[in-house]
């Protein structure tokens, strides 16, 4: 297992350039399912959980390549197979975005269900509820869901569940709804970009569909889609990362493609603790200000505060000046990132969906183990501002969802590098033990 070692204190500069999204890539990928002939699809990042993706779509009969520019060629080439294994969906809960296409178009599927995750339980009880309306005939079984369809039917489907509207709930109802008989309406619709940026993909395909990025989608049913050429819109979660990487530091970093539009929340936030983010062509510049200051902030379903940008903003306001309070409304339990960051040195007191950050005017660093994604991605952060050497263990947590991160922070000026697990011999243990 790979660790990062980063000596903090550099103020990051330069230009970044922002990737394709993981969470547009994963369900455009999987809407190839959907199509007849071959979908060339660009800015598809280099990441593991599309790695993951690419692995089940080729058990499923989906022909995966790469050319030399980094566009991804997809297409179906045998639609016996309807079977993603346990095997390949435990390392990626988004693999359940391939249910909803295989029912559609083959009326057959066999989706290991996915289990819970670091960041609390991760129900699909919507999606399922979204494709019995639909007319599908879903059973768990052994581990499975398993479900069947004769041509699904379009219905008036409500998607709203306790944290509010589900991503790829509306993901897996809409791509389903393409080749349904008659129209769908979802109700209660998740508007994040990444679904108007799918559902993009799949009117270019030949989809008819209204209203995507609002909380009502509308889409009548069509008897066949034509695969299609198509780019997924840059990643904002990752531009978020970068804007608080380059805050943290008091830095002056530009990221090109990063959009204003699929950040108001973030920029909201970010001007009230004193982090000047300008907006240039191409791109968005954070320059320094000095010391952050204190704001409270509350994570919620897009346009709101994204959750998966909320760990890296607990470690920007840890160095704030004053106490911020920092509520999560989508995955409650989402906080275990705070214990590493106070071992750094911050003072995070947390309290049911809610932490109190009470900024220090630094941090130090340690060892410290990253959990999950962004939760890595916020001990990235905290190190890059702390006062001495951090050495991040698990970091393979990071390689799921940022492209060439410490290539990226390296050439902004972090003193940051990979360092490959060593093989020790513990006594009685043999050499197999890793060292990281
Ligand atoms: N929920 C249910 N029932 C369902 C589905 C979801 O109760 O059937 C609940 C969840 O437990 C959660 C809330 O609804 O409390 C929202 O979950 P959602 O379904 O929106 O999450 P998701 O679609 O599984 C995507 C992203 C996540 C991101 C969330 C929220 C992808 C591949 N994943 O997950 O990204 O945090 O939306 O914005 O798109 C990440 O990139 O690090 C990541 C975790």
Redesign the pocket.
């Known amino acids: 297992m790979d660790r990062f070692v980063i000596k903090g204190g550099s103020a990051l500069s330069g230009e970044v350039l922002i990737g394709g999204a ?3 890539s ?2 455009i990928l999987a809407a190839t399912v959907l199509a007849e002939g071959p979908s060339s699809i660009g800015n598809v990042p280099r990441l593991q ?1 599309v790695g993951a993706l690419c692995r089940i779509l080729g058990q499923i009969g989906v022909s995966v390549s790469r050319d030399s520019v980094g566009r991804l060629t997809c297409e179906v080439i045998d639609e016996d197979c309807v079977t993603a294994p346990y095997d390949l969906v435990r390392r ?3 693999s ?2 391939v249910l909803g296409p295989l029912l559609a178009k083959r009326g057959q599927a066999r989706v290991s269900l996915p289990g819970g ?1 670091v ?11 979204g494709l019995r309306a639909l007319g599908a005939r879903i059973r768990i079984e052994h581990g499975y869901v398993v479900g069947e369809a004769d041509r699904l039917r379009g219905a008036r489907v409500y ?1 709203g ?11 897996t109802v809409m791509m389903a709804a393409t080749l349904a008989e008659g129209e769908t309406v979802i109700e209660h619709a ?1 508007c ?1 970009p ?1 679904i108007e940026n799918l559902a993009g993909f799949l009117a270019a395909m030949g989809a008819s569909i209204e209203g995507a990025g609002t909380h009502r989608i509308r889409i009548r049913g069509v008897e066949k889609l034509r695969g299609a050429r198509y780019e997924v819109m840059p990643d904002r ?1 990752e531009a978020g990362t970068f804007l608080m990487a380059g805050a943290i530091t008091g830095g002056d970093v530009f990221c090109r493609g990063a959009r204003a539009d699929r950040l108001d929340a973030v920029l909201d936030r970010l001007a009230d603790a004193n982090v000047n983010v300008t907006e240039e062509p191409g791109g968005l510049r954070v320059k320094s200000c000095g010391r952050p200051r204190r704001t409270d902030l509350t994570a919620l ?2 346009p709101g505060f ?3 940008l909320q760990a890296q903003m607990t470690a920007l306001l840890s160095v704030a000046e004053g106490t911020s309070v920092l509520t999560e ?4 339990d ?1 906080f275990i990132h705070t214990a590493e960051l106070g071992r750094m040195g911050a003072r995070i007191a947390r309290e049911g969906d809610s932490v109190s950050i009470q900024g220090v005017r630094r941090l130090e660093g340690a060892e410290v183990m990253a959990s ?3 939760a890595s991605a916020a001990l990235v952060i905290a190190a890059l501002a702390a006062e001495g050497e951090t050495v991040i263990r698990r970091i393979y947590h990071l390689d ?2 940022y492209e060439r991160f410490e290539q990226k922070l390296r050439s902004l000026g972090a003193d940051i590098r990979r360092e490959s697990g060593r093989d020790v011999a513990l006594p009685g243990l043999g050499t197999h033990a890793r060292a990281a």
Do not use: Q, W
Request: glycine letters at 12%; charged letters at 25%; one cysteine or more.
């Open positions: 993981k969470n547009a994963l369900p959980d990626m809960r988004a359940i975005c995750g960041i609390g339980p991760r129900p699909i009880d919507l999606h399922l509820k998607l569940g306790p944290s509010g509207p589900t991503v790829l709930g509306t993901a998740a994040e990444e979660i379903p897009y994204p959750t998966d409304r989508v995955f409650p989402r999950d994604l962004r799921r969802g």
